[in-house]
């Protein structure tokens, strides 16, 4: 019974996710930064990208708990307890479960 259950808040988990990533605006601001980034590494501090992200998703069940330099982010589901490593390649966006 546990199992099944695991796996429906892993499936809605995965919908909901789906459903924000294809968001056009929520993704034109990720890839803004994306793009910005590149443009000003040498001068600019990671961390405020790592903020602004966390904005993004903050009126969404999703937090970001982390942002790298290829910009490769763990979002959590705040609903469901689901982790999700999401890259934000510049041609696409894999995502997987990771807890």
Same mark, same amino acid.
């Given at each position: 019974?546990?199992?099944?259950?695991?796996?429906n808040?892993?499936?809605?988990?995965?919908k909901g996710?789906?459903?924000l990533l294809n968001d056009k *605006?929520?993704?034109?601001? +990720?890839?803004?930064l994306?793009?910005?980034? *590149?443009d000003?590494?040498e001068?600019e501090?990671?961390?405020?990208?790592?903020?602004?992200?966390?904005? +993004?998703? *903050?009126?969404?069940s999703?937090e970001?708990l982390?942002?790298?330099?290829?910009?490769?982010a763990?979002?959590h589901?705040?609903?469901?307890?689901?982790?999700w490593k999401?890259?934000f390649?510049?041609n696409?966006?894999?995502?997987?479960?990771?807890?």
């Open positions: 019974m546990q199992t099944a259950l695991s796996d808040n892993t499936e809605l988990s995965m996710l789906e459903v *605006a929520r993704t034109d601001r +990720i890839y803004y994306k793009s910005r980034w *590149a000003e590494r001068y501090d990671f961390a405020e990208y790592v903020e602004v992200m966390k904005t +993004i998703w *903050a009126e969404t999703f970001c982390s942002l790298n330099k290829n910009f490769e763990v979002l589901d705040k609903i469901r307890g689901r982790n999401v890259k390649n510049w696409n966006i894999s995502y997987k479960r990771t807890k």
